[in-house]
Each structure stands twice: as C-alpha cells, then as structure tokens.
C-alpha cells in the first residue's frame, strides 16, 4: 500500500511544494513545529532511512541542505534543525525546521491546525530563497 508521501508525490493529496526533482520532493508539513518546517522525501517509497542507496541518501540529504538554506534565509533563527524520526509514516522523510531553542523541537508541540494562509506563505518565502 502506498504511503500518504507516495500519494501526496503522485499528486492524490495536496501538498504545499518548495522543491521538486526526478529523484526527491521537498513539501511544508500540514502539522508544524514552526513556520517553515519543511519535509524531504526521496520519490522511491523507503521506510527507513538506513536503507536508502548510497546515491540517494546523498541526493536526498544534499537537497536537504539547500532547503535548509533557503529555509534559514526565508526564516531567521539560530539553526535549522534536521530530523529523522519515521514512526509516523513509513516512508524516508526528513524534518527541516528553523529553531532558536530546544524546546521548539519537540513534536508533542506541532501545531495541527496551522493557518492556511500563513502555509502558502511560508511555502512561498521558501520558493523565493531557491531562485
């Protein structure tokens, strides 16, 4: 069965999308630590991270770093936080997510109804700093 990020690659769910490739999709997440916490996701379906082929771990984790970039530019903060968790879907993801202290990385903390509004234009500051 296809997880939610292979549906939501496949076009089947709605995603707010900062970046795309033939090989990994980078997209805000509809439950966030902070404004700006963006996934990573390699396009083939790989539940964990440590089984992900040499070449796309690079890939994916490369683009990691230019989202993280642009992420960091799009939304000042001491860090951006990288995160590799994966209980929740199974299916490689990465969490990008602008931070200041510690305590603004704890999932008990996302918000699970952020302003839709405030989700486009997130997005859209996102896109800005990758051109």
Known sequence: MASVFSKIIAGEIPARFV???DRSVAFLTIAPLRPGHTLVV???EVDHWLDLPADLSAHVFGVAQRIGQAIHRAFPARRVGLLVAGL???HTHLHLVPFDHMSEL???KVDHNPDPAELDAAAARIRAELD
């Open 106 to 108: 704890d999932f008990a």
């Open 19 to 21: 970046y795309q490739d």
């Open 42 to 44: 390699p396009r083939d």
């Open 88 to 90: 929740e879907v199974p």
